[in-house]
């Protein structure tokens, strides 16, 4: 079995025997796996969280011992799965749970093959995709999933002005889903790709982020700022051109990851005479993983619109180095 994992901190590249599931778990052949942004931070040594590599997957269950599921069930597992039942579950912060992060797929889903652990199961991790859910659509619910948890933080109003600065492929979601909702979107990146592909999947205005991306989004906004930024890029630069670019008691979603140590310069009296509120979301749990599936399904969002390169598993190095290189937005990479 081929599966590429972090060891020590680098990328290895593992070949071993298939696992076998213990009591309540499932074994799960790869079909599709998305690269994540935070997959490439892990890899350069930039991201703090869980080492593994691999979250938006799906596969087909090839070996159960669970109850739940048999062999030749289309699957996505969410790799983190709540309690559902200590205090911040019950309040709302289901991704702030002390067993959110307890369990994962191992040794990842960038592997031939996966174990699925019996609490995320158990727990409703796992969900039976229905017939006419490609593997492709199945491993971007996870992404997507991140994205309906943070909106519904914000309270997106159909007449809104919604920055949102960053047109990567979690930008480009936020893109296609706030317009699903019946905002205005304006969206900022450096010139080139990125731009265009965000112009031709919807945006109404597209900023280069090289122009004074404040001063034309109150341009577009009646002087007034934007209602909502979406911060979909974790450089400080993009944290401070969304705090600068909200209009006066707008709200602020604080989407991306910041690199680690991220500091700001900035004045926060700024924030206080405004009345701007900031707000951050952390992942998704199991209940957004379902809305995303319906989202998906229903036609609200394609989520396939912003794969722009497929690999083989064998090509994983390959496609590290391209994603570098050249314009890779979203990478699907296929068993």
Not at 69 to 91: A, L, M, N, Q, S
Request: charged share 30%; net charge positive.
């Amino acid at each position: 079995m081929l599966a590429y994992v972090l060891r020590d901190g680098k990328l290895s590249e593992l070949h071993e025997e298939i696992p076998r599931p213990k009591d309540g778990e499932i074994l799960v052949k790869m079909k599709a796996v998305g690269l994540c942004g935070t997959d490439m931070e892990k890899i350069c040594g930039q991201y703090a969280a869980t080492p593994y590599l691999g979250h938006e997957v799906s596969g087909v269950v090839v070996e159960s011992k669970s109850r739940e599921f048999r062999e030749g069930d289309k699957v996505f597992p969410h790799v983190h799965t709540p309690c559902y039942e200590c205090e911040y579950c019950i309040k709302g912060s289901e991704t702030m749970c002390s067993h959110y992060r307890s369990t994962n797929i191992y040794p990842g889903g960038f592997s031939e093959y996966f174990i699925v652990p019996e609490w995320n199961i158990r727990k409703g991790g796992v969900i039976r995709l229905p017939y006419d859910i490609s593997y492709e659509e199945g491993a971007l619910i996870e992404p997507l999933s991140t994205v309906i948890r943070g909106l519904s933080r914000v309270n997106v109003e159909p007449d809104d002005t919604v920055l949102i600065v960053g047109a990567g492929p979690i930008g480009l979601l936020h893109l296609m889903t706030v317009k699903a909702m019946g905002a205005d979107v304006v969206i900022t990146n450096s010139r080139g790709f990125r731009l265009d592909y965000a112009e031709r999947l919807g945006a109404d205005h597209v900023i280069p982020s090289e122009e004074n991306v404040p001063r034309r989004i109150r341009e577009i906004n009646d002087g007034k700022g934007a209602d909502l930024v979406i911060i979909a890029s974790g450089s400080p630069s993009a944290i401070i051109t969304g705090l600068k670019s909200v209009r006066r008691g707008g709200k602020v979603l604080l989407f991306a990851a910041p690199y680690k140590g991220t500091k700001l310069d900035y004045d926060l009296s700024e924030l206080f005479n405004r009345e701007v509120s900031i707000v951050l979301s952390n992942s998704a749990d199991d209940k957004d993983t379902r809305k995303a599936l319906y989202f998906i399904r229903k036609g609200k969002v394609d989520v396939r619109k912003i794969v722009t390169h497929r690999y083989k598993l064998y090509e994983f190095r390959k496609l590290l180095q391209e994603v570098k290189e050249r314009k890779v937005i979203k990478a699907i990479v296929f068993s």
